[in-house]
Structure formats: structure tokens, C-alpha cells
């Protein structure tokens, strides 16, 4: 009963993590718009001026700061906010794979025996590795879908474990893309909201992406328990 409970669950956690995201950023914004001068809007243009350049800038920064461990959350956010949700979806999208890939192939070439004695105990990353052996691609997904620690530790554990390079680089794009979307057009929705012109087209990106992390999330978790359940006598 209890793992049917589990199963069926909404994952609270990830819907207050996107509330909590959107608040803040709702809030900054507001504050910097109405109270900073129209902060807002001249960051806008500011990035609207950069051309080319703002796009490749913002996918580095996002490559990096996944690396360095900063959650990706409130950036996902604010590339909707700043490029639109087509296009910060995207750039998002690509900053946040690059450095995740990064993460992994460091981990797996560059600090591998200072993370392995280092995690060599924890129980969430001795799950992940005996997962990786019989089950890698679902292990990929759950963990970009529902990470039980945040998605760059992740990135760095996946490293270390016997999950390969290419699916694991193609999973994780894959299945990190709903959530991007939900975030990227909801930072749109935000900042279009504070200007009186908010985007239908973008709501109904955030429904359809806030449907599709809801059933991934129920399809993984379905599957994952099925499989762990003991055969029925």
C-alpha cells in the first residue's frame, strides 16, 4: 500500500522548487522594475543589444555555473525572462546539457579518485551505481527527472558510476527538456505579466511542459517500483 502511495505521489518537492523559483524572480523583477528605475526593461534591451553575443555568453555562464554546483533553477528562469521562452528555452537547455556533460567527463577523467573516497559510502550514491550496472538508462532519467541531490552533484556522481558517456549525454537533454520549457515560459510569463502583455502562446507551453514532467515523473516512478517489487507469490 505504501509503495502504491509512493508511486501515485505528486512530486511536491519539484512543484514547490518551481513555485519557489517563480516567486522570487516574480518578486525581484517587480521590486527592480517598479522601485529600481525600470531595472528590468533596460536589462532587457541591454541583452536585446548584445546580438549574438548574449546567446553565447548566457550558454557559457549556464555551462559553467552548472559546473560549479549553483542550481539551475532560478537561470532557467530568468532565460525566459530575459530571451523569451523559444529561445531561452534552448539556450538554457544547451548551457545546462554542456555542463552537465562537463561535470560527468570530469568526474570520470579528471577527479574520479577523490570522488569515489569521498562518496564511497553514501547511500544515494551506492544506489546509483548498483543501478547503473543493471539498469543505466533509467537511472539517467530518473535522476535528471527527480534528482534525490541537487542536478549538478549529480552530474559528478553519474561520472562514477558504469553509466556511458553518449546515452547518458542524450538522456540527460532529453529528459531535463519539459522541465526547461516549464521554467523558461514561465520566467516569460513573469516578466511579459509586469508589462501588461502576457503570452498565450507561452502559458500554454508551461501547461503542456507542466503535463509532461508530471507524467515522465509518474512513468519512471511506475516502472522504477514495478521492477523493485517483490514477484507475487
Known sequence: MKDDQRKNAVPWTMLLKFGAAFGLLGLLSLVLEHWGDLYMSRLSAFVAAQGSLAPLLFIGLNALLTMLL??????TVAAGALFGWKLGTA????????????????ARY?????????????????????LSRVHP???ISLSRVIPVLPFPVT???????EVRSLPYALLSWACMLPETVFLASGGHLLISGLHGRASVEAAVALGAAGVAV???VHRIRKRLFAEEAPPKE
Open 91 to 106: 539556450y538554457a537547455s544547451v548551457g545546462m546539457t554542456i555542463g552537465a556533460v562537463g561535470a560527468f567527463l570530469l
Open 155 to 161: 552530474s559528478y556522481l553519474l561520472g562514477i558510476t
Open 137 to 139: 538508462l533509467h537511472l
Open 214 to 216: 508530471a507524467l515522465v
Open 110 to 130: 579528471g577527479v574520479r579518485d577523490r570522488l569515489c573516497a569521498r562518496f564511497a559510502d553514501h547511500p544515494v550514491y551506492r544506489r546509483m551505481l548498483g
Open 70 to 75: 549553483v542550481p539551475q533553477v532560478l537561470f
